[in-house]
């Protein structure tokens, strides 16, 4: 699907650290202010410990799990909407990605400068906020003149347009957010089609020092962002930048032991796509078999000849049936025959609806 997950924040907080850690790109990550200008663009696998057990279990040829794509986009100061910056530039790469990673400095350390002078998570979050509620409101405002001049000659679809968009503009002038939750599906895709950024969902992840990354240590930074997560229901990861850059270069029989020694069970980057990868409305199928284990991603509530459609656009149009059986039904069978005698192998039509985990395989006939 290529869903694009854009990693922002202000100069120096670790965006391009981060990055490196999540796709090993090798993203430019110095102490200076607009060290990367172009976007870096690198994938993530989402790691599903579902798929991992069916590639134990088949032994393929091939093992393919589901990717994020991430954006690592240039640092935004104070007045990158007006500009300052090269702002209007960044922006503009922000608009085109699904999802936004936002990005808050909490970690102490002198030697990397902050662009405001010193360390304040809260007013970092605020000044980002600002910039791209700003960008947004600019956006609006042009389309909306537009629209109240297609609207005088009578075009009713453009003069209620024109009414959403006004209304949508004075509540992020007056709030600085949106909530995408309540649109109809037409109001959702209009904004889209104008790349509004309030819209698009957020996770807020928190580059701290090694002993801020307990879920027990908290202080007033933690909290305050945590706050604000919590008044708009937006995820917060807590993270360490330059601990995730050494595991990323480890050798995988050496990350178990180095995440062990921190007390930690997983990378937090790979909570970080798996978090956005559900937050995009995503879920998972499989194909399984000796020549290839596969997830496949699809939107919840996509139906069976959809699901096919992911695999190649000719089992949708051929669409027949599906053999189905879910994930936990076939590890307690064992095997699909045994799963078949068992009457969990399920054959469903058009109608059915794809559920995270299903094990799929499609009958068609072009």
């Known amino acids: 699907m290529g869903l694009k997950c854009g990693i922002v924040g202000l100069p120096n907080v670790g965006k391009s650290t981060i990055f490196n850690a999540i796709t090993s790109g090798g993203a430019e990550a110095s102490n200076y202010p607009f060290c990367t200008i172009e976007p870096n663009i690198g994938i993530k696998p989402i790691k599903d410990k579902r798929l991992e057990k069916l ?3 088949f032994n393929p040829d091939k093992y393919t799990p589901t990717y994020v794509e991430f954006v690592d986009i240039a640092g935004l100061v104070k007045g990158a909407s007006s500009g300052e910056g ?25 030697s990397v400068v902050h662009v405001e002078g010193d360390i304040n998570p809260g007013r970092d979050l605020e000044i980002i906020n600002t910039e791209l509620a700003l960008s947004d409101i600019e956006i609006l405002s042009k389309h909306l003149q537009k629209l109240e001049k297609i609207a005088k000659s009578g075009d009713k679809a453009a003069a209620s347009s024109a009414v959403f968009l006004k209304n949508i503009n004075e509540r992020l002038s007056e709030t600085g957010s949106i909530d995408n939750s309540e649109f109809g599906e037409n109001e959702k895709n209009l904004l889209k089609s104008l790349g509004i950024i309030s819209v698009k969902p957020v996770i807020y992840v928190l580059n701290v020092d090694e002993e801020m990354l307990s879920v027990n240590f908290s202080n007033n930074d933690i909290e305050e962002i945590s706050n604000i997560a919590k008044s708009k229901n937006i995820p917060v ?34 909570t970080v796509a798996s978090v956005s990868f559900k937050l995009l409305g995503l879920i998972s199928f499989f194909t399984a078999g000796k020549q290839e284990v596969r997830a496949w991603e699809v939107i919840n509530g996509w139906k069976a000849p959809q699901a096919a459609g992911t695999i190649h656009s000719d089992f949708e149009k051929g669409f027949i049936r599906a053999e189905v059986i879910s994930y936990d039904d076939f590890i307690r069978a064992g095997s699909e025959a045994n799963a078949a005698k068992m009457g969990l192998l399920r054959l469903e039509g058009k109608d059915y609806t794809v559920k995270d985990g299903d094990i799929m395989h499609f009958r068609f006939n072009v």
Do not use: W
């Not at 090269?86 to 002198?110: A, M, P, T, W, Y």
């Open 55 to 57: 590639r134990d279990i």
């Open 86 to 110: 090269l702002g209007n530039k960044f922006l503009s790469h922000i608009r085109n990605v699904d999802l936004i990673i936002q990005v808050v400095r909490v970690f102490k350390e002198s």
């Open 237 to 270: 990861i807590r993270l360490c930048a330059k601990l995730e850059e050494e595991l990323a270069a480890l050798e995988d029989e050496d990350k178990g032991a180095f995440l062990k020694d921190y007390g930690l069970e997983f990378s937090a980057l790979d």
